[in-house]
């Protein structure tokens, strides 16, 4: 999150490697929701990794399905394919959720934003509270605002992504 930040413009990004700048391919907006819960990343990271030492195989099948699902998403991103970009940012979501990384305050505001029309949504950072992004298709994002705020988000805001990357 902080190389997105840093780069200010959206990235491919894989450990070790020097991130990749990315185009849209389409104009859309991510409308990005507080939970108003703060949760230490560290620890989150710290119990996702002793779940892992605990049973690999399991943690492993949803880190691999994760990686395929980051991959056609790169690819639907970059091809402005928002309606495949969203349906993938709601199945991610379910592996983050059986990772243990999401909460009742994440699962109601990406419902929220699901059922007010954004094609897509998913828990951002360490989870556990903390944000959520939904994939709005167009400029008019007032209905998913508000049904983010009526859901209990504590702030919304709305980031608008030009098909070039910028925003």
């Known amino acids: ?9 959206p990235i491919w990004f894989v450990k070790g490697q020097f991130p990749t700048q990315l185009g849209a391919g389409a104009d859309f907006h991510f ?3 507080d939970t108003g819960i703060k949760k230490s990343t ?3 990271v710290g119990d996702l990794a ?3 030492a605990a049973s690999p195989e ?8 994760i990686a395929k699902i980051a991959t056609r998403g790169l690819v639907a991103f970059e091809f402005g394919e928002l309606e495949e970009f969203g349906e993938l940012m709601t199945e991610n979501q379910t592996h983050l959720s059986e990772l243990g990384l999401s909460c009742p305050e994440l699962d109601t505001l ?9 094609l897509g949504a998913k828990l951002t950072g360490g989870g556990r509270g903390g944000f959520m992004v ?12 508000e049904a983010l705020m009526d859901a209990g988000a504590k702030q919304v805001i709305d980031v608008p992504i030009l098909e070039d990357g910028s925003y």
């Open 134 to 145: 939904a994939l709005a298709p167009t400029a008019d994002t007032l209905v998913i605002s």
């Open 58 to 65: 399991e943690i492993n099948l949803h880190y691999d399905a």
């Open 42 to 44: 560290a620890s989150t």
């Open 31 to 33: 409308v990005i929701a």
């Open 110 to 118: 990406i419902e929220a934003s699901l059922h007010a029309g954004a």
């Open 1 to 9: 999150d902080n190389t997105v930040i840093s780069y200010n413009h």
């Open 50 to 52: 002793e779940r892992r």
